[in-house]
Nanobody
Framework: VQLQASGGGLVQAGGSLRLSCAPS????????MGWFRQAPGKEREFVAG????????????SYGDSVKGRFTISRGNAQNTAFLQMNSLKAEDMAVYYC????????????????WGQGTQVTVSS
């Protein structure tokens, strides 16, 4: 299984970007999906997570404190895909963003996901 993260790029402060994450390879149910980011010299940080409740299309979403109210995580129709809508971007949001997925329900902010994408760079100019 591989995860493909895309949508990163260069944006001015205050602007928006939408990241996408999709798996390829052996099919599995992405019960847990998350976004993390890592800036140079810093630890990988939890950004957002979405955990399937096991019923219908009910998910529990959570966010890191620094992005609450600005970022929104969502699932695609395939439910194995995830998106991260990032609004009001700030210079401190600049990092490589990684998506992660796991076939089990996890605590979203912990880095125990089984599958990780290669990362997509988000650059914010001031």
């Amino acid at each position: 299984v591989q995860l493909q993260a895309s949508g990163g790029g260069l944006v001015q402060a205050g602007g928006s970007l939408r990241l996408s994450c999709a798996p390829s390879g052996r099919p599995f149910r992405s019960v847990s999906m998350g976004w993390f980011r890592q800036a140079p010299g810093k630890e990988r940080e939890f950004v957002a997570g979405t955990i399937w409740s096991g019923v219908g299309t009910n998910y529990a979403d959570s966010y890191g404190d620094s992005v609450k109210g600005r970022f929104t995580i969502s699932r695609g129709n395939a439910q194995n895909t995830a998106f991260l809508q990032m609004n009001s971007l700030k210079a401190e949001d600049m990092a490589v963003y990684y998506c992660a997925a796991d076939p089990s329900p996890l605590e979203a902010r912990r880095r125990r996901y089984k599958y990780w994408g290669q990362g997509t760079q988000v650059t914010v100019s001031s």
